[in-house]
């Protein structure tokens, strides 16, 4: 019979244990090794059963068993040694905490007191499903860090009831797709409460006036708090309470209004956060993706209410706001159509006070050739609200620029004012404890703490090395045969029939792991290109290869879902199946097991479609070597040693006769280059080149790919600039700059440069020769003071495009002619020819003042 009503029964831990709720309730405990053992200590086998979450655990223990541990001196002791060293771990003064004194040294303004961080998903441990791949990992990971660094940032983000989905196949291998109801009671979070103890709320507005009422929940993760909105509330109808019903699914209008609350919902979470909790309001806010966007119209119009104009708070938002793009193909990037945008925020809707329905349009048009005049771009409008934005690698990057180039017309790609940050993932996560010990004892602690002491990997014995190694490898084929039981169970097999199952995989074979989510561009199948030549390579008498395989597809990419039955169609062939196995419901508790147990990462996206793609990373800590296509972060720190790169047939149209031409290419490195090595032996039985790939890896990429270097660069590249423009734009200031931007975009259709000349070289130049360039430009009325006039030169293309230019300011001379109200100006200066080849020059204006974080940021520029 079910029941007709559900509540959670919480468990009342003796005096002695008390402690042991707050081990349970901060997520450390995910990464940090001692607490986890000391929860498994108490029962191994509830602790599997309870999918190692302390709290379910703690709830399956009756008070009679509670207190008979809390009789237990030696373990209460190891509670309380926890305790303490979360206490300390809290409490104490880290990497940030240490900057002020630094920034002062160099009579810069402090670091921020407080950054707010907002993601659509956030991956912190699987007992916490919020997440659906690699931006969610990321986003868990740089909390993570922020932590371990000191860096005091507030996460934002959403409470869904379904999570993403759990992933399992029906028998012919089609994926399926569950649902189970998360509970928030029985999840490791706590609800935000006002001083009278009812639960804190917040509301926004949605079409026709409709308010959607949410709780806001809060994980603790490490020293970072993490508020998830929640609008499974009791004064939502029911359309209001399903908003967060699910991760990326519904609608057009339901991800949007997911994404009202996010943003907008979200900035009003924060101030209940410092309203309750005392803590300061963030000085800096970071949008991961343009889920968040709305989150910079919710402040403009609390800054429109203190009487700002709309665009003077859109000044003062940009200064403070950094924006993360995290995709490079335009499909990945939400588009509204404007009629919804319209009905949400125009008179029809509730709108926010402060801002127009056409201003709001404005921010997420598609203004430039090739935009769709009828959409409301995300991205696009969190460009246009962030003063500084980066891509996750050095070649995403560039593929930003490229792809959002129409939003600076007239500069060159370079001069984009989209930097890189390329991302990092968190080792105490996802570098096996194993690994971990073997490193310490030779290296010492520092390797848990130490970006540079990845360097020394060359101290840990080579034969220690490969029998760790061994131990991961064999680790992971104990926890397949586990896993493909139960998919083979949940596909209808009984236990008489799967024997089979018992010797799939080898301990001592060449394992290759791939796994991510499967949209197209990833190229799942780009293996099963020639079965037959990949059946040679499972099957080599001498060297065989094994194949590790997950990945969830969208629930509503069937093209995704097609590759997934066509993998596992392959992989259920008996003859194959004990080389080749595809693992259900792709997620933290499976990559914890996955990338350590890997001898080889295999990545083969369609390049330059990658933005990163850390999974590579956590394999390469783990003494994994990767064989990927030069795309995303591999393009950047592959150098030959530390892996395989993948040859790519870059500039074939045909989509079909380029994917032959790669997977050609992984063949042959599988069979030529890394089979061989791996199975290369000395008289000790060891791969000894091999294992020089496997210490260079370490060596050249440990320091590298740590996501505490990428918290830090975010630190230092992006929140203290913004932090230090955030403080400087006073009122008046924003006053200031936004008339100079409405100046200037009222007279730059005008501006031009009438005459160029240049002086003082021969007939034939040679390097190290000086000119002299004067140029006369018309400013229609703009002092010379709003205006850069530069100089750009470098070699020439036949076609006489500048390339790898150089820029150089001209200085203002005076008006032309002694005639400063016809607009003419005279701007001079000198510049020495450096290099040979052909040379070319040009003389530009572009709009100056100091509020501008960059001089193409205006997407304003004349040439001569």
Known sequence: MRAIRRFTVRTVLPEPLAALAELASNLRWSWHR??????????????????????????????????????????????????????????????????????????????????????????????????????????????????????????????????????????????????????????????????????????????????LVAHVWKAQVGRVPLLLLDSDHEANDEPARAVTDRLYGGTPEHRLHQEILLGVGGVRALRLWSRLTGAPQPEVYHTNEGHAGFLGLERISELTGTGLTFEEALETVRAATVFTTHTPVPAGIDRFARELIMS???????????????????????????GDPAVFNMAVMGLRLAQRANGVSQLHGAVSREMFEGLWPGFDAPEIPITSITNGVHAPTWVDSRMIELAERHIGP???????????????????????????????????????????????????????????????????GFARRVPSYKRLTLMLRDPERLRDLLLHPDRPVQLVIAGKSHPADETGKR???????????????????????????????????????????????????????????????????????????????????????????????????????????????????????????LPQRWLSMVRHTFASLG???????????????????????????????????????????????????????????SDSPQVGDAMSVRAVVYLDGLNPSDVEVQVVHGRVSPQDLITDF????????????????????????????RRTGPFGYTVRVLPRHEGLAAPAELGLVTNA
């Open 563 to 685: 590759l997934i039955q066509q993998m596992v169609r392959f992989a259920d062939e008996a003859g194959v199946r004990h080389r080749i196995v595809f693992l259900p419901n792709y997620d933290i508790a499976m990559a914890q097991a996955l990338y350590p147990g890997c001898d080889v990462w295999l990545n083969n996206p369609l390049r330059p479609f990658e933005a990163c793609g850390t999974s590579g990373m956590k394999s390469a800590l783990n003494g994994g070597l990767n064989l990927s296509v030069l795309d995303g972060w591999w393009d950047e720190w592959f150098d030959g040693e530390n892996g395989w790169a993948i040859p790519t047939a870059d500039g074939v149209e045909d989509a079909n006769y380029r994917d032959d031409l790669e997977a050609a290419g992984l063949y042959d490195l599988l069979e030529n280059e890394v089979a061989p090595r791996f199975y290369e032996r000395d008289t000790d039985g």
């Open 703 to 761: 320091p590298k790919v740590l996501a505490s270097r990428m918290v830090a660069d975010y630190v230092r590249q992006l929140y203290l600039p913004a932090a230090t423009a955030g403080r400087a734009i006073t009122p008046d200031r924003a006053r200031d700059l936004a008339a100079f931007k409405g100046r200037v975009r009222l007279a730059w259709p005008d501006v031009r440069v009438e005459h160029v000349d240049s002086s003082g070289l």
């Open 344 to 370: 949400h925020f125009g008179p029809e809707g509730a709108g926010l006070p402060g801002l127009s329905v056409d201003q709001v349009l404005a921010l997420g048009a598609e203004t430039y050739p090739g």
């Open 34 to 211: 001692p607490t986890l053992e000391l929860f498994a200590s108490l029962s191994p086998a509830r602790w599997e059963a309870a999918r190692r979450d302390p709290v379910a655990m703690l709830g399956s223990f009756s008070p009679e068993e509670l207190l008979t541990l809390a009789e237990d001196e030696q373990f209460v002791a190891r509670v309380d040694e926890a305790a303490r060293d979360l206490h300390a771990y809290l409490t104490q003064d880290r990497w940030y905490q240490s900057l002020d004194a630094e920034l002062a040294a160099e009579n810069r303004e402090p670091a921020p007191r407080s950054i707010a961080y907002f993601s659509p998903e956030f991956g912190i441990t699987a007992v916490l499903p919020q997440y659906s791949g690699g931006l969610g990992i990321l986003a868990g990971d740089h909390l993570k860090s922020a932590s371990d660094l000191g860096v005091p940032i507030v996460g934002v983000g959403l409470l869904y009831q379904f999570g993403y989905f759990e992933q399992s196949l029906t028998r012919d291998g089609w994926q399926r797709e569950d649902y189970p109801v998360l509970d928030p009671d029985e999840l490791p979070i706590s609800l935000l409460r006002e001083a009278d103890g009812s639960p804190a709320e917040v509301t926004v507005t949605l079409a026709g006036g409709r308010p």
């Open 806 to 833: 150089v820029v150089q300011d001209l200085r203002w001379a005076g008006a032309a002619d002694n005639e400063p109200a016809e607009g003419r100006h005279v701007f001079e200066g000198h510049l020495k020819l």
């Open 446 to 512: 520092q390797i848990r703490t130490e970006a540079k002491a990845w360097e020394e990997i060359a101290k840990v014995p080579a034969d220690e090395l490969w029998a760790t190694r061994r131990q991961l490898r064999s680790a992971l084929v104990t926890e397949a045969r586990r896993r493909m039981r139960g998919s083979w169970l949940k596909r209808g097999a009984s236990n008489a029939e799967l024997g089979w199952i018992d010797g799939i995989l080898d301990p001592d074979v060449l394992t290759i």
